[in-house]
């Protein structure tokens, strides 16, 4: 029961309901700090922890809140989560901290979180609500590593350049394939675009799985 | 039986007590290490901009703030750390604001030592055109170390441009307009240095000059 559980909420956040894919939400850190993998790995790993605990709270405390109040709650845990994730960042991954600025602290604006709140944790359990939270921070984490890859291969011609932000040390330049790129993948532009070709296939291979009903 | 809004409230409160506490008990966990971060940082992003300057002591600790209307570059306060060696001058680094730059200010760290050379040149801080004006960062070009050992004699007045402008310094491929700013930059703390080096040098940390 659980094991299928788990498995239906991570198909349908890696795919069939994909946060940014499918339901279009949180676009705004999606296209703003996905210029490179690392970027998108870091607000994905970040988005994926605030999501699953405030889905997890969210659940938790269900029973004992009004329906009038929900809405006030869900800001305050989810404001409280992001503050914590921001404080850790800051300890211990001070390099991506810098780089992903005031991306972190606008995690409370995603709607992602919000949407999951409302529509999935406020109606039922924990466990079921922990796996919504793991499958669609996936999702969402995973998208945001594909753009980043997908942008820095094509604007600057490298492949998980910078890594040393995650992981201290030295910089590091990552697999550098060709010096330099096509410039506009990286600038804001390139976002919109790569977010597109990303909808755009995922429509394609749903399409083609599904055999055509109509002639 | 509880009034309905005032269930909501007691929610709410203890919901509230309960958020505080979390972030709070984060706070206190995390504060030590991102100070020593924040401290780490700093002196990671100032020390290269005094190339191979030998020097006693932190360099945090000589800061200066020199407040606006300065003679130096920019509108916004301009700080200044000195370096000592056995209680003699060796060089100060500024932190200036460089204006005229594409997208916004860029802030950048002159070195400059006592003879009134160039140690070193850093950008801290940009919004530049990633890819075109970005070339500024030491990471990403070797433009800004073309200013190492450089001083207000070398090249004369007049060759404190880029060559496209008739001066002796090359430019970035497709951007001229965040070079030509941060040149200026440049050139005017060599100005300010050479006019105040004697009262920046005396003063006591923490001080601001006149």
């Not at chain 2, 300065?70 to 370096?83: M, Q, S, W």
């Not at chain 2, 004369?156 to 951007?175: C, H, I, K, M, S």
């Not at chain 2, 700013?181 to 703390?189: D, L």
Request: glycine share 10%; charged share 15%; hydrophobic share 50%.
């Amino acid at each position: 029961m659980t094991a299928g559980q788990f498995i239906e909420r991570m198909q349908s956040g890696l795919w069939r309901e994909n946060p940014g894919l499918v339901q279009l939400l949180g676009l705004c850190p999606l296209l703003a700090v996905t210029s490179t993998f690392v970027n998108g790995l870091g607000l994905g790993i970040a988005t994926l922890l605030v999501l699953t605990c405030s889905n997890v709270l969210v659940s938790a405390t269900r029973r004992w809140i009004l329906a009038e109040i929900r809405v006030p709650i869900y800001v305050l845990i989810i404001a409280s989560l992001v503050t914590c994730t921001e404080l850790i960042f800051k300890a211990w991954f001070p390099a991506l901290d810098r780089s992903l600025g005031i991306f972190i602290p606008l995690i409370v604006t995603n709607c992602a979180i919000v949407a999951r709140a409302e529509l999935f944790a406020s109606r039922n359990g924990i466990v079921a609500s922990l796996f919504d939270g793991l499958g669609m921070g996936a999702g969402f984490a995973l998208l945001l590593m594909a753009i980043g890859f997908f942008r820095e291969l094509v604007g600057e011609g490298s492949l998980f350049a910078e890594f040393d932000k995650l992981v201290g040390g030295d910089p590091l330049a990552g697999l550098v394939l060709v010096d330099g790129g096509w410039l506009l993948a990286v600038l804001p532009p390139g976002a919109f675009f790569s977010l597109a070709l990303a909808v755009a296939l995922k429509n394609y291979l749903d399409d083609k799985r599904k055999p055509a009903r109509r002639t | 039986m509880i009034p309905r809004t005032a269930k909501g409230g007691l929610t709410l409160a203890a919901i509230a007590a309960l958020c505080a506490t979390l972030v709070a008990a984060t706070h206190v966990l995390t504060t030590e290490r991102i100070a020593a971060n924040e401290q780490a940082w700093l002196e990671r992003s100032l020390l290269p901009a005094l190339g191979d300057v030998d020097f006693d002591g932190s360099i945090t600790d000589s800061r200066l703030t020199v407040e606006p209307p300065h003679d130096l570059p920019g509108n916004e306060p301009a700080i200044v750390y000195r370096a000592y060696s056995a209680g003699t001058p060796v060089a100060a680094l500024f932190a200036v604001t460089a204006t005229g730059g594409y997208a916004g200010p860029i802030r950048i760290l002159v070195g400059i030592d006592v003879g009134g050379a160039v140690t070193g040149v850093r950008i801290l801080e940009h919004r530049e055109t990633p890819g075109l004006g970005d070339g500024i960062e030491a990471s990403r070009s070797d433009w800004v170390r073309q200013f190492d050992g450089r001083s207000l004699g070398n090249p004369p007045a007049g060759g404190w441009q880029l060559r496209v402008d008739g001066g002796e310094f090359d430019q970035l491929t497709g951007a001229s307009v965040t070079p030509r700013a941060v040149i200026k930059a440049i050139r005017e703390t060599l100005l300010y240095f050479d006019a105040q080096q004697a009262e920046i040098f005396d003063m006591p940390a923490g001080a601001e000059p006149e």
